[in-house]
């Protein structure tokens, strides 16, 4: 565990018990425990109080970010160079090494009767933009809203889970593939990429921490592949509450395509927009030709939805 160049302040940090490490079973690691330093450990800055607008009410959160221990080491030896170079432009290799996720905190997990938990995957274009080619956005504020309304809960959002875990470039590509008639996991797989990339081991790792062990809560989420790795993960007494919100014209595709992989979504949930894959098309349409125009001596190798996905991708 270290802060940022000055080694005084991590001393700070532990001593004030706002720098914390953990093990995957949500268990304290000594500050000084340095026994298998790449093995798969957290640690957690925080809580740092958090004020923010949930529809009309004021709230103030419980803020921690948490980061894989392996990751703050190759930060660390970036760090450790940083003095004797004197070149500001290698600040932000500081940050290329981590996926830095964030928990909001409402309440005592320990203490509460079934806490309301959400695991919400980073999204710029839905929870930043707005975008209504997702629901993110939507589920992300009706979550808060949900777990502020609640005895306790926790919202845990994480930073690496971009395009379901294959990062923002390549998830503005496979919108090219869909736009060009493909649906999202298609789109995923003529990249090469699993369906869903995406590793809920630190989600799991942070909510036992928090909830104090395996104890029953409730899990925001129609996605089984999120269930069966947190439960793989030691936690084992979660209730599923459906979360379904934000659905328009933009995103029916998108749903049905989550609804056929296994998302547990109902058509009648979908609003009426639910119809059959060929009497959906595209909200934005894109050809091939389209795609390949100024590029006829490299095309786009492959457009083609019948690909099978790598190992590890995620298929219901």
């Not at 004030?16 to 000594?30: C, E, N, T, Y």
């Amino acid at each position: 565990m270290f802060a940022y160049v000055d080694p005084t302040i991590r001393d700070r940090l532990v001593n004030a018990r706002k720098l914390l490490r953990i093990d995957p079973q949500g268990k304290l690691i000594g500050p000084d425990n340095h026994a298998d330093e790449h093995a798969f450990t957290l640690n957690i800055l925080g809580p740092i109080p958090l004020p923010l607008d949930v529809g009309q009410r004021l709230v103030i959160w419980d803020w921690y970010t948490f980061v894989r221990h392996t990751e703050l080491l190759k930060a660390r030896e970036i760090a450790a160079i940083l003095p004797q170079r004197g070149d500001q432009r290698l600040l932000p290799l500081l940050n290329t090494y981590m996926a830095v996720n964030s928990v909001l905190v409402h309440g005592d997990l320990a203490k509460a009767s079934l806490p309301l938990v959400r695991v919400h995957s980073s999204c710029l274009t839905g929870d930043v933009f707005g975008s209504k080619r997702c629901e993110c956005g939507p589920q992300l504020d009706k979550a808060l809203e949900a777990i502020s309304g609640q005895e306790a809960g926790a919202l845990v959002y994480m930073a690496g889970h971009e395009g379901r875990g294959i990062g923002l470039w390549a998830k503005a590509i496979t919108y090219l593939l869909q736009d060009a008639g493909e649906d999202t996991y298609q789109a995923n797989r003529s990249l090469g990429l699993p369906e869903d990339c995406r590793d809920f081991h630190d989600a799991a790792a942070i909510l036992l921490y928090f909830l104090g062990g395996d104890r029953p809560f409730r899990l925001l989420t129609n996605n089984p592949k999120k269930q069966s790795d947190l439960y793989d993960s030691g936690l084992t007494g979660f209730q599923v509450v459906k979360h379904l919100t934000g659905v328009n014209p933009y995103n029916r595709r998108y749903l049905l395509a989550k609804r056929d992989w296994g998302h547990q979504l109902d058509p009648e949930e979908l609003q009426g927009l639910v119809a059959e894959r060929a009497d959906v098309p595209p909200p934005f349409s894109l050809s091939s030709d389209q795609l390949n125009k100024g590029r006829e001596d490299h095309p786009m190798p492959s457009l083609q939805s019948g690909a099978e996905p790598l190992p590890g991708g995620h298929k219901s």
